[in-house]
């Protein structure tokens, strides 16, 4: 199949787009990016050199993913999402020069598989992004997210559970959990949410 990208995209010749990869109109795919297949990028949206994206994927519109981030295959990020990479950000050194790229060490942002970053949300690296988890729209999250974990506000605080159709999920008792979509059931082991 083969790979779409909108006439007025920017994309590096550097970059790597795997097949049946989307790029909408007005992105920018720096250099050494990686698109995995069926990905899609929406529009004005920002893809930093050596940012990693895995297959099926979707990126919608104006989301601002910076370098060294890594997503994981199936990840959804909302629109105006920002994954950000620099934890002491300054423009100019304590003497007042320019900072230059070698005067700051990037941090990133890493997804994992199936995971969704909602709307406006903001994930100030260093932070890892559990499997199947669900960031509401608009949250700050500055500390790591478990797997299927459902964070809101700011900052991000746990809230819930949400299994792998996104939805929240039915408590049965304390450690029991219900996907009330798929039927599917979770139970909580050392502070962790696993399927049954």
Known sequence: MAIRIAQNAS???????????????????????TIGKNTIIGSYAYIDANVQIGNNCKVQNRALIYDPAIIHDGVFIGPGAILTNDKNPRSISSSGEV??????????????QGAAIGSGAICVAPVKIGKWALVGAGAVVTKDVKDYALVVGNPARQV????????QLETVDGQHFKCPISGIEYQVSNGNLVED
Do not use: H, M, P, Y
């Not at 994309?11 to 992105?27: C, M, P």
């Not at 005067?103 to 942002?109: A, E, I, L, N, R």
């Open 99 to 112: 900072k230059s790229a070698n005067d700051w060490d990037k941090v990133g942002v890493e997804v994992f």
């Open 11 to 33: 994309v590096s010749d550097a970059a790597k787009l795997s097949e049946n990869a989307s790029i909408w109109d007005f992105a920018q795919v720096r250099e050494n990016a």
């Open 160 to 167: 819930g559970w949400v299994g792998k159709s996104g939805i």
